[in-house]
């Protein structure tokens, strides 16, 4: 008996290690390996013409082996900072404006009848199906100073005495395509949250007296926490290491850490910096999102 | 004045009506029981009274009033919902107080009604735990004191037991009643258990196919069904097809065919020639032998044809000389007497002459 049963655990056993395997051997290979070589990386001299100095003195270059340098060079310069702060606003701003313009569609959706529901979603997310630069390229001439939105916008400050501004490579129209970008990834798990209340909640919030306002940020505001977390996340995480935006809707001020890092590596060819800047970067990030869910937790315990 | 009146109210879904020209008047103070199988339109009534759907026709009023047009969230009417719809993100004391906030009550007043509902409820010590972390009974106190809390005209229950097991439900039946007389709120209940209605209502409406069949205090209920669809619903019954041969002076005499005379109370509006059925409760059907049934007006021989034992109580089924079965219920109060009579013994069974109740086709 004993022995079927360990043939019969070993079996699960096998069946695990079969299927959680090969995205383990994936995540290992692409991201944990290549997250420690970063590590070191950023500890290191720059070479000559590029890559890494070597580790060990082969007397034809003077720096090699460990160091600190990359750090202290970012933290003695505070232009850094102000790119990472930069872009942390920008993408804090990008997905407040995501949640709060995907908020009424995607409860809009959730409350629709069953049958219409998938189709919704399918136009939500139909924007992901074309080509994301594609998209790109199609905002610079939408917001190109030709286009009928900047003349639109031109005459209306105008009426107001302001003088005539430029859209296009501004962080205005880097804003509205990284909203345009994200704002499916905001609405989809707002939607399955949303979709997963159940209406009779609702009808005992109205039962016991509370209005349509009260109804909505007494119950459903609360019980779509999660959902709102995870649009967060899924929004804000990408939107925060975003270069190609910024680099062809951009000014020259408007690049993010994603530009930098990219520098770094394509263009500088200082491979410690760009790995220290992703690092710290990473680190960021975590820290936000890491708050974020400390907040999020406290505001909606149990939904 | 009714608390609650109904006037001639019809709501339909399509072709169907849910709810056809249904006319109550529920009076204040009242446990009221709407009772019938699952589709008799029983939770639409409770749903129209709430505010939730509205009649295609009549009127609801309350304290006279026309509830038309007053929208759910106005109502002096709440209700406990059969899943109870606490608030999961809410503590015990955060939903009982819900109503009082929604009506922004001042802090101190919430408190003090808080304290007085978590008394009543017995459920002090659970104020800060959330609805997960409570027991299918706490769930429906605090279900029950978070829609008393403000008082209202009316408390609808809506098949508010039928998440609990028999034992916790038979506790949470005591309760409802004493905490019914202890706040004197007009209750509404809904269900389709029975022994539930017969147990909790001081009046009840028997309800099918969207009308109302019968409304009565449960012991009229149960002794005078007015039709076939009552008797049945309510309690076991034995109906056997039978003519009223002669109106007598306070009995009829029925005929069963293959079987002979029975002799039963006078109803009105009888008359000679009507067909029908005669139906008699298992506990008014006595079993034995020749003996001790001969003072009854009504015997006839039959078999045993199967035995049911629940414990206190024996039901037999009986096969009398015409093919029908009839139940007769036998307690076991005899040491050792579950089983006075075995299967295929040849007995008697008989009843009294103001036993039984004939009904029309």
Known sequence: MSDGHERASRSTRLTRWLVSGPPL?????LVAIPGVIMVFASFRYPGDFGGLAPLLSTGT??????????????????????????????????????????YPLALLIARSPKRSRNLMMLLVILPLTSNFLIGIYAWM???????????????????????????????????????????????????????????????????????????FWRVTFPLSQPGMFAGFALVFIPAVGMFAVPE?????????VGNLIKEQFLATRDWPFGSTLSILLTLSVLLVVWLVAKLSARGGRHA | MALLELRNVTRRFGDLAAVDDV????????????LGPSGCGKTTILRMIAGFEFPDAGQILLDGKDLAGVPAEKRPVHTVFQSYALFPHLTV????????RMAHHDPADIRRHLKDALEQVRLTGKADKYPHELSGGQQQRVALARALINRPRLLL?????????????????????????????????????????????????????????????????????????????????TMIPAQVEQVGRGHLHLMVEGLGEIVTPLQQSVAAGDKGVFAIRPE????????????????????????????????????LPNGTLIEALLPNSAPGGAELFKVGAGIRVGWRHDAGVFLHE
Request: net charge negative.
């Open chain 1, 61 to 102: 270059q003077a720096l090699h082996g460990f160091t600190t340098e990359t750090y202290r060079f970012f933290f003695s310069d505070f232009i850094y900072a102000e790119v990472f702060i930069k872009s942390f606003v920008m993408a804090l701003a990008t997905t407040l404006i995501c949640l709060v313009m995907a």
């Open chain 2, 93 to 100: 004391a955060e939903n009982i107080s819900f109503p009082l």
């Open chain 2, 284 to 319: 008014q059907v006595r079993i034995g032998v020749q003996a001790e049934l001969a003072e009854l007006k009504n015997h006839f021989a039959g078999e045993v044809h199967s035995l049911l034992y629940q414990g206190d109580v024996s039901v037999y089924r009986v096969r």
């Open chain 2, 23 to 34: 006319s109550l008047a529920i009076e204040a103070g009242e446990f009221f029981t709407l």
């Open chain 1, 25 to 29: 051997l994936f995540l290992l290979l």
């Open chain 2, 157 to 237: 229950l809506d098949e508010s037991l039928a998440a609990l097991d028999a034992k916790l439900r038979e506790e949470m039946q005591v309760e409802l009643i004493s905490l019914q007389r202890a706040v004197g709120i007009t209750f509404i209940f809904v269900t389709h258990a029975q022994v539930e209605a017969l147990a909790l209502s001081h009046r009840i409406a028997v309800m099918n196919q969207g009308r109302v069949e019968q409304v009565d205090v449960p012991s009229r209920l149960y002794s005078h069904p007015r039709n076939r669809f009552v008797a049945d619903f309510i309690g076991q019954i």
């Open chain 1, 248 to 256: 062809l809707l951009g000014g020259t001020g408007d690049i993010m």
């Open chain 1, 141 to 215: 001439i939408l917001l190109g100073p030709q286009a009928a939105l900047n003349h639109v916008l031109n005459v209306l400050l105008g009426a107001f005495g302001v003088a005539p501004a430029r859209l296009l490579f501004s962080p205005v129209a880097v804003m509205i395509a990284m909203v345009y970008v994200y704002l499916p990834f905001m609405v989809l798990p707002l939607y399955t949250n949303l979709e997963k209340h159940d209406p009779v909640l609702l009808d005992a919030a109205q039962d016991l007296g509370a209005n349509a306002w009260q109804r």
